[in-house]
């Protein structure tokens, strides 16, 4: 599989991530939406196979908790 791929999908999750943030911060959403549990549930899982890709065990373990609350 080509390496773009993974770095596709972290990017994505990690803007996913940000715009889960970003919604709450700004009132669009409120932190016990489902919509931001979806974001961050969808997010962290594109963080964590980027993350595995490389081999960033710490970051794996944080985002993996991440994706479980």
Do not use: C, D, R
Not at 5 to 32: C, H, N, P, Q, R
Not at 60 to 66: I, K, R
């Amino acid at each position: 599989m080509p390496i773009i791929i993974f770095e596709i999908v972290g990017w994505t999750g990690t803007i996913a991530i940000l715009a889960a943030y970003w919604l709450v911060s700004i009132g669009k959403i409120s932190a016990g939406s489902k919509s931001y549990q979806y974001l961050n549930l969808f997010g962290a899982g594109f963080v964590i196979v980027n993350v595995a890709f490389h081999s960033a065990m710490p970051s794996v373990a944080l985002n993996t908790v991440w994706f479980f609350t």
